[in-house]
């Protein structure tokens, strides 16, 4: 592609390049992930204004060569999230929303849905003040379900017997499935209820499950599920856990 096409984008990140530069990660309704050189970013006004800031929804002419880093000629935002930046959950969840879909996808895949689906959940995200981490954990699962890491929360792995509906199952995150104890079982354990609710948030309602927060224990196994499975599905850890772990340690006047 030698000419700049319009397309809408998400910003997943810009990082300073040079000495003022910007080398912005966008997820494109066109194009999927990719990365774009924006020269003189930080001086610009006219061109960018704030649109090169991450969970911007963005107007932008992009231009695709052979390289792996293509350019941005100038972008105007379509759609932003101011309420997300005056709550430190809402921020580092946003965070960690943003840098699973940055790891998660190809570069240059199509990929409408997932653009779909995470401007759902910064969406839902800026006016939530509870069930932040459920919305996440609902987004991941369904990120990684439609990029081809569903879990299988059904039946064993191994032998291939069908889990009870309702009840209890052991999952491993390394076979992206449960396992039932005849086969030796798994490090995780799913209740019944945690078990539904991660099946719930692979389908296409996922957001819904955030409407009420879960049980802590329910949020905890899930979370242990969902971690694991991304750890393994990427073959990292996601730097944002950490953040993640530290917000859920501060007291809640």
């Not at 096409?5 to 080398?23: E, G, K, M």
């Not at 090169?52 to 972008?75: D, F, Y």
């Amino acid at each position: 592609m030698s000419r700049g096409q319009l397309t809408d984008a998400l910003v997943l990140r810009a990082v300073d390049y040079r000495d003022a530069d910007r080398i912005v990660t966008l997820l494109t309704e066109r194009h999927g992930k990719v990365a774009v050189l924006a020269r003189s970013a930080r001086r610009s006004r006219k061109r960018f204004g704030g649109s090169l800031e991450p969970c911007a929804l963005i107007e932008a002419e992009v231009r695709l060569g052979r390289g792996e880093v293509g350019s941005i000629g100038h972008a105007r935002v379509k759609r932003s999230f101011p309420g997300i930046l005056t709550d430190l959950t809402r921020i580092t969840v946003a965070g960690a929303a943003l840098e699973l879909v940055r790891e998660a996808l190809p570069v240059r895949h199509a990929e409408p849905e997932i653009l779909e689906v995470t401007l759902e959940m910064l969406g839902r995200l800026e006016g939530m003040t509870e069930s932040a981490e459920e919305l996440l954990l609902s987004f991941s699962a369904r990120v990684l379900s439609r990029l081809g890491f569903e879990p299988n929360l059904d039946t064993c792995a191994r032998c291939g017997t069908r889990a009870a509906e309702g009840r209890a199952a052991l999952f491993d995150p390394t076979l992206g499935s449960v396992v039932c104890q005849s086969c030796g079982g798994a490090p995780i354990h799913l209740s019944g209820r945690a078990r539904a609710v991660l099946s719930a948030a692979t389908r296409s309602d996922w957001s819904s499950l955030a409407d009420e927060p879960w049980a802590d224990d329910v949020r905890g196994e899930v979370r242990r599920a969902v971690t694991g499975l991304t750890e393994h599905s990427l073959g990292k850890p996601m730097k944002a856990a950490d953040a993640l772990a530290q917000v859920r340690e501060i007291p809640v006047d």
